[in-house]
């Protein structure tokens, strides 16, 4: 399978997530490309994979705020034809926050309502991969099983 995985990230928090994913994903024999949200170009993004994961830190007090990078490629979503696709979505986020990882509702039903399959409830996490490293393995795990 090809995987595509897409993450925006203001600390390097989710971008830790989306490189650890990328390994082990890769490492059980699939074909990946991580891809920082501020390289990606919304029009036929996710052309040419068989599966596509979404990270992005989050914030915010009235409501969700994706990270720059992320919002920019978010606003041209209709555009990553991603209908059919499996997919599923990633944040880390600080639990200080009403919104804790909104990123992960907020894209979750923006993938559905564009026709994407959902493989497995989004992963959130406070942190980095080192701090949530089983987590985070243990949804890869889930999402192999699920590709």
Same mark, same amino acid.
């Given at each position: 399978?090809?995987?595509?995985?897409? *993450?925006?990230?203001?600390?390097?928090?989710?971008? /830790?997530?989306?490189?650890?994913?990328?390994?082990?994903?890769?490492?059980?024999?699939?074909?990946? %490309?991580?891809?920082?949200?501020? &390289? =990606?170009?919304?029009?036929?993004?996710?052309?040419? *994979?068989? =599966?596509?994961?979404?990270?992005?830190?989050?914030?915010?007090? #009235?409501?969700?705020?994706?990270?720059? #990078?992320?919002?920019?490629?978010? &606003?041209?979503?209709? /555009?990553?034809?991603?209908?059919?696709?499996? $997919?599923?979505?990633?944040?880390?986020?600080? /639990?200080?926050?009403?919104? *804790?990882?909104? =990123?992960?509702?907020?894209?979750?039903?923006?993938?559905? =309502?564009?026709?994407?399959?959902?493989? &497995? &409830?989004?992963?959130?996490?406070?942190?980095? *991969?080192?701090?949530? %490293? #089983? #987590?985070?393995?243990?949804?890869?795990?889930?999402?192999?099983? $699920?590709?």
């Amino acid at each position: 399978m090809k995987v595509l995985i897409v *993450y925006g990230s203001e600390t390097g928090n989710t971008e /830790s997530l989306a490189e650890a994913l990328g390994e082990q994903i890769q490492a059980a024999g699939h074909e990946v %490309k991580v891809l920082n949200a501020s &390289e =990606a170009v919304a029009e036929g993004l996710c052309n040419g *994979y068989d =599966a596509a994961l979404f990270g992005c830190s989050a914030w915010g007090t #009235d409501e969700v705020e994706l990270q720059g #990078d992320f919002n920019s490629l978010f &606003e041209e979503f209709d /555009s990553i034809g991603v209908r059919g696709k499996k $997919a599923a979505c990633f944040a880390s986020g600080d /639990s200080s926050f009403e919104h *804790y990882c909104g =990123a992960v509702d907020v894209i979750g039903e923006k993938l559905n =309502a564009l026709g994407a399959v959902l493989m &497995e &409830e989004g992963l959130r996490v406070e942190g980095d *991969y080192s701090s949530n %490293k #089983d #987590d985070v393995d243990a949804w890869g795990i889930k999402i192999i099983a $699920a590709l």
